[in-house]
């Protein structure tokens, strides 16, 4: 069959049925909708004043022990060029979280670098299919949630961008959410505690998991929860363009699209001369023999800041700090 | 100042066309949402330059094409092979002026027309996402039958929409 016409007729009838039998693209989010553009200058401002905000901690973290090096972050933007011998072997990165719009985020900007085996758990795994019931990605090997040490040891790193993947959301079943999440984190505190790299992205259900428990405020520390939305917003988040420094007030009404408290304070606090004041986007630890890295929801910012090289650069420095584990 | 979005299409309804322009090319949901999303963060860098003026729509479907065709791992689906004006063109075609609106009714008139063991077929290719296995399973024939199966299905689909649109 080679008539264009056909080809088309049936690839649409092909995509149209599996729309109707309920097949949706994920919920974006209002991130992710073009929001009204700021004039140039502003824009420019925007952006500068969120990349000096993630100077500071990015250049702490790249100057500690085992950071990456430039060529690495170079040669994750164009994956055709040899990486060359700053890594021997890829690192086994396992991503945990829901399939939602900032997860993928980081799930492309990590299977764009040369360095990164990656395999994810971002849908529960039908036991009788062998595979995830939906969200899956063809490019990346797929595994289900890790019950015990044993799940996580083939791993040099566990990204924990967010609950574990489950068929009710969490808004429809608050209390399981947090019971696993709980359970989750406690398993990447023992990976760590043994000689793992783990990364834990401190979201709300993770901060309401570990409520009063200081063991495992290494992983979540409370330090980077994000700021409640003010009485009365939305509870959505702006779209990148629109974070304007605090003082600003061209921010549009809420319930359209409320100011991320959180993210302007931060943006605010890092302005020049205040920069010591400014929450980090992340925080490391050592902890037992491993390490663990805790960063801001708001990361995802960095890929929409009108650099998107600053976001693979970020998690090609996270890479870095992924060693082959001690077996 | 903020710049007007063209009233051509919402966001929304823009990221839903190219989810469905993508899906059209053969993408698997999962892999639509991620071109959807770098479809529209390309767009958002790049919006200052283009004509405010005009439809972005013909422009965010060429992008994802791009991406799609860039990250598509062989063998290709049919459908991508042909080239951009020729798939515009008929995108254009089958989704008429209301963004297929009418297309797919059609299409659900079509599908209540078939007979349960066919709506069961295709209930659960598409709605469950079972392999042909478990749909000859189900249906009670082999599995090399399934294939057939759907084959004649989407024909007879495809006779039934052309009639209704065209009537």
Known sequence: MNDPHQITADAWIDAALGELHGE????????????????????????????????????????????????????????????????????????????????????????????????????????????????????????????????????????????PPSERSAAQDVATAARSSRSLLRLTHQYVQAGGTALVCVRPEFLAAVANDEELEPLVPESLAPAKPPEGSAPHVVGPILITPAGETDIPAAGKAAPLASWTERVKLARPGQAEEAPPALQIHSEGEGTAIAVSPDLWRIRASGNPQAFDHFWASVIEHCRPRQK | MFREIPRHATPTELRLEVWRHLRFLGAPSSAADDLVQETMMIWLEKRASLDPGRDPAPWLRGTARNLWRRTCARPHPEVLGLDDAQLEARWQQLQGEDAGTHRRAALAACLESLGPRGRRALALRYGEDASREAIAQALGIRAEGVKTLLRRLRDQLRRCVTERMES
Request: charged content about 20%; glycine content about 8%.
């Open chain 1, 24 to 163: 949706r693209p994920s919920r974006s989010p209002e991130a992710r909708r073009p929001q009204p553009a700021s004039s140039g200058p502003r824009r420019l401002v925007t952006a500068a004043v969120l990349l000096l905000g993630l100077a500071v901690p990015l250049a702490i973290w790249l100057s500690s022990p085992g950071a990456g090096s430039a060529r690495t972050a170079a040669s994750f933007q164009d994956p055709t060029q040899d990486p060359g011998p700053a890594k021997q072997a890829a690192c086994k990165v396992l991503l945990i979280g829901t399939p939602n719009w900032d997860v993928r985020y980081t799930r492309t900007a990590l299977l764009r670098h040369p360095g990164v085996a990656l395999s994810t758990c971002l849908a529960p795994v039908d036991p009788a299919a062998g595979k995830p019931t939906r969200g899956a990605n063809e490019r990346e090997k797929t595994v289900g949630i890790p019950q015990s040490l044993e799940d996580l040891a083939e791993f040099d790193a566990v990204l924990v961008l967010g609950r």
